[in-house]
Nanobody
């Protein structure tokens, strides 16, 4: 049974940093594509960053240069380092995984989310 558990959300002032973690279990971690998504109040969920099985990263334009996705395979944990945070980064952040390592397929598994609030 695949489980994804996010942590690390919280409240921070604009310009600050947070690091989100996603602990994964129940599947072949090394073979999966993993990603971070977010959903702000009243808005649709959007992709933030992804990491494929070859450790190639992609980012949404809105977070490029500020956010960094990474993985500790020994700990089976995905991270999202968020720097220079802006109020518009306020959202619930979700970790997701899919068995297609290229990240070309729809994500199959989702965590419960962790909230991030950035105040001006």
């Amino acid at each position: 049974q695949v489980q994804l558990v996010e942590s690390g959300g919280g409240s921070v002032q604009a310009g600050g940093s947070l690091r989100l973690s996603c602990a994964a279990s129940g599947y072949a971690y090394f073979e999966y594509c993993m990603g971070w998504f977010r959903q702000a109040p009243g808005k649709e969920r959007e992709g933030v960053a992804s990491l494929d099985s070859d450790l190639t990263t992609t980012y949404a334009n809105s977070v490029k240069g500020r956010f960094t996705i990474s993985s500790d395979r020994a700990k089976r944990t995905l991270y999202l380092q968020m720097d220079s945070l802006k109020p518009e980064d306020t959202a619930i952040y979700y970790c997701a995984a899919v068995g297609d390592g290229t990240c070309r397929m729809k994500y199959s598994y989702w965590g419960e989310g962790t909230p991030v609030t950035v105040s001006s």
